[in-house]
């Protein structure tokens, strides 16, 4: 299951903090998965025979959003059960996430911040916990 609170778009004009013209920012998301489900065999996907591996927007289009748009997070909450052990829950929580996109020739790159995170596994079972940071 995968909730996001709110998205909205905010610009330089309103916010100088920001840093290029226009910002995606997303509120609290919020992730829960059950290990089992995503380890289970899926059915292979049907190779349409394009080409892997390709960017299917050209370099003065990137270069262009890479200078226009940064993405923001506020925060995003994980949970996953039976991660290490069965009957655990693996709970880890991140704030103020900034990505920005630079686009240079041919290469792409991502800047990524995180201001927090924070990680703990539980073991339901018997009320242990183990903290990791």
């Not at 609170?5 to 920001?18: A, F, G, P, V």
């Not at 059950?34 to 049907?46: E, I, T, Y």
């Not at 299917?56 to 996953?80: C, E, G, K, W």
Request: charge should be positive; include cysteine; proline fraction near 3%.
């Amino acid at each position: 299951m995968r909730e996001i609170d709110r998205i909205w778009i905010s610009s330089k004009l309103l916010n100088q903090n920001l840093p290029r013209c226009l910002a995606l920012c997303v509120g609290d998301t919020r992730v829960r998965v059950v290990l089992q489900q995503l380890l289970r065999p899926r059915a292979p996907k049907s190779c349409d025979g394009g080409e892997s591996g390709k960017v299917p927007l050209s370099h003065a289009t990137l270069r262009f959003i890479s200078q226009l748009l940064s993405f923001h997070i506020d925060s995003i909450n994980v949970m996953v059960l039976n991660l290490a052990l069965s009957e655990s829950l693996w709970y880890m929580t991140t704030s103020s996430i900034d990505l920005l996109l630079n686009h240079q020739g041919k290469r792409l790159t991502w800047d990524f911040s995180v201001e927090q995170l924070s990680s703990k596994v539980l073991k339901i079972s018997q009320l242990q916990d183990t903290c990791l940071v």
